[in-house]
C-alpha cells in the first residue's frame, strides 16, 4: 500500500513537470453514458446562410423560436452526403472526403473538473490532406452560457461562422471566427477548447469579436490516441477559469457543440455536430455531466 503511495506521488509529480494534466477522469468509461452524435460535413453553410429564407427552408422555424436539432436530428447523414457530394452548398467537393463521422460523448465531473471524451472511428483518408500538414486530426468543443449570442442555444456553433471568414469563398485569409457583437466583457462568448494531434497540444481560448486560441485558464490539458482504427480524446478542464472561461455549475444546462478537422483539413472542412445542451448533474440535458 505504501509502494502504491510513494508511485502515485512520484507519478504526479513527474506530471507536474511536464506540465500535464493531473486531475484524474473517471477509472472507467464504461459505467458512464454515452451520447451518440452525428457530426456532418456543413459546407458553405454560414449563420447569414441558414438564417436566410429563400436558401435554407428552416430559417422560418429558427425565427419562431426552433432549434437546428429540432429539425435535423434524424438525418445529419444525409446532409452530409449530399454537401459534400456538391449536390448542395458546396462549390469546391474534396474527392473522397467522409460525408460525416458517428461520435460517442461522454462526460463527468468530480466537483472541481469536468471531463469530456470523445470517440470515433478513424474515416478512409479523402482529398484534403495538405490543409494542415502538422495535425492530421483536429477536435474542438464550444460552450455558451448565457444565450447572450442570438441562436446560440438553438444553433451551436453555427453563431461564429460568418461568410466572410477565412476558407469561405471569396473569404479574406485573416478573418477568423466571430460572434456578432462579441465581448469578454459583457459575456457575449464562446468558450473554445481545441486538441491537436501532430502537436499533441491543448488550446484554451474563446470566441468573441474574434477567435483567440489561447489565454483560458480553466483548461487542464487534454490526451489523445488512436486505437486501431478509433480515436479517443479526453479533455479535463476546471469547472470555473477566468477570463474567456465558461463558470460550469451543478444543475445547469450549457450550449454546446463540436467539430472534427479529419484527414488534416482546415478552415470550414470540418464536420461538425448540430447543438446540443451540455448539462452538469442535469438529467434534462442531451449530455450530462454527473458528479463521480
Known amino acids: 500500500m505504501e509502494r502504491n503511495r510513494i508511485a502515485s506521488a512520484?507519478?504526479?509529480?513527474?506530471?507536474?513537470?511536464?506540465?500535464?494534466?493531473?486531475?484524474?477522469?473517471?477509472?472507467?468509461w464504461d459505467a458512464v453514458p454515452a451520447t451518440e452524435i452525428t457530426l456532418f460535413y456543413p459546407g458553405v453553410s454560414p449563420l447569414e446562410w441558414i438564417t436566410k429564407g429563400t436558401e435554407h427552408g428552416g430559417a422560418r422555424a429558427l425565427k419562431k423560436g426552433e432549434s437546428c436539432i429540432d429539425c435535423h436530428s434524424e438525418e445529419a447523414v444525409e446532409m452530409g452526403q449530399k454537401i459534400v457530394s456538391g449536390e448542395k452548398i458546396e462549390p469546391s467537393p474534396i474527392p473522397g472526403k467522409a460525408p460525416y463521422i458517428e461520435t460517442r460523448v461522454q462526460a463527468a465531473h468530480d466537483g472541481e473538473n469536468l471531463y469530456l471524451r470523445f470517440t470515433w472511428k478513424q474515416p478512409k483518408a479523402s482529398g484534403a490532406a495538405g490543409m494542415d500538414e502538422k495535425n492530421p486530426v483536429k477536435i474542438a468543443y464550444m460552450l455558451e452560457a448565457s444565450d447572450k449570442i442570438e441562436l446560440a442555444g438553438q444553433s451551436g456553433c453555427w453563431a461564429t461562422c460568418h461568410n466572410d471568414a477565412r476558407t469561405m469563398p471569396g473569404a479574406a485569409n485573416d478573418k477568423t471566427k466571430y460572434v456578432k457583437g462579441g465581448s469578454l466583457a459583457d459575456g457575449v462568448f464562446y468558450d473554445l477548447n481545441q486538441w491537436r494531434s501532430g502537436e499533441n497540444k491543448a488550446f484554451d481560448g474563446y470566441v468573441a469579436d474574434q477567435r483567440v486560441m489561447e489565454g483560458g485558464q480553466a483548461l487542464l490539458g487534454?490526451?489523445?490516441?488512436?486505437?486501431?482504427?478509433?480515436?479517443?480524446?479526453?479533455?479535463?478542464?476546471?469547472?470555473?477559469?477566468g477570463e474567456g472561461d465558461v463558470a460550469l455549475e451543478s444543475g445547469k444546462t450549457y450550449n454546446f457543440g463540436f467539430a472534427i478537422h479529419d484527414d488534416s483539413a482546415a478552415g470550414r472542412f470540418h464536420h461538425v455536430s448540430l447543438g446540443y445542451k451540455l448539462g452538469i448533474d442535469n438529467a434534462e440535458a442531451q449530455i450530462n455531466a454527473a458528479k463521480q
Open 10 to 28: 512520484v507519478g504526479m509529480a513527474l506530471a507536474l513537470l511536464a506540465g500535464n494534466v493531473i486531475a484524474a477522469p473517471p477509472a472507467t
Open 222 to 241: 487534454a490526451e489523445g490516441k488512436l486505437n486501431g482504427d478509433t480515436w479517443e480524446v479526453v479533455f479535463t478542464r476546471k469547472l470555473v477559469g
